[in-house]
């Protein structure tokens, strides 16, 4: 399977260390720059970053006010929220967040939700078997 995603200028990427990790960046150069996302513009290393499926549009080697202007023109934050990869982040950093009764609430919500879920199993097993179709 050839691959999709390439370094180039224009691209997206999660940041993954530092104090930006978890944030959003453009390759500009051989520098990334995240004008709408708090990121610097800063030399990064390639292997801790993550390609995302986003691209601008901007010249090589162009400044901050540049990328800013194809940023908000290609709504790339809009774009970033609602993606499933950022829903994941957040709800990963939502759950690293929860104290204990937090997290005790959730379990018992859960196990509210699997004894509805077997029961409505349960019952369209029951009907099922009496029609000779299990």
């Known amino acids: 399977m050839p691959f999709k995603k390439f370094v180039e200028i224009g ?6 260390d530092g ?5 959003i960046a453009a390759i ?5 720059d995240g004008p709408c ?14 390609l995302t499926p986003l691209t601008i549009k901007v010249p090589f080697s162009s400044r901050s006010k540049v990328v800013r202007a194809a940023w908000d023109a290609e709504k790339i934050t ?3 929220e609602e993606s499933s990869w950022a829903k994941r982040m957040a709800m990963k950093t939502r759950r690293n967040t929860l104290n204990d009764f ?3 609430r959730l379990q018992k919500a859960k196990t509210a939700r699997n004894k509805i879920l077997t029961k409505a199993a349960n019952k369209n097993a029951k009907v099922l078997s009496k029609a000779g179709k299990l």
């Open 37 to 50: 996302s708090g990121v610097p513009r800063q030399a990064y290393r390639i292997k801790n970053i993550h």
């Open 78 to 80: 809009q774009k970033w």
């Open 102 to 104: 937090d997290r005790f």
């Open 19 to 23: 104090e930006s990790a978890g944030k």
């Open 28 to 32: 500009i150069d051989v520098l990334i």
């Open 11 to 16: 691209r997206i990427a999660v940041l993954q």
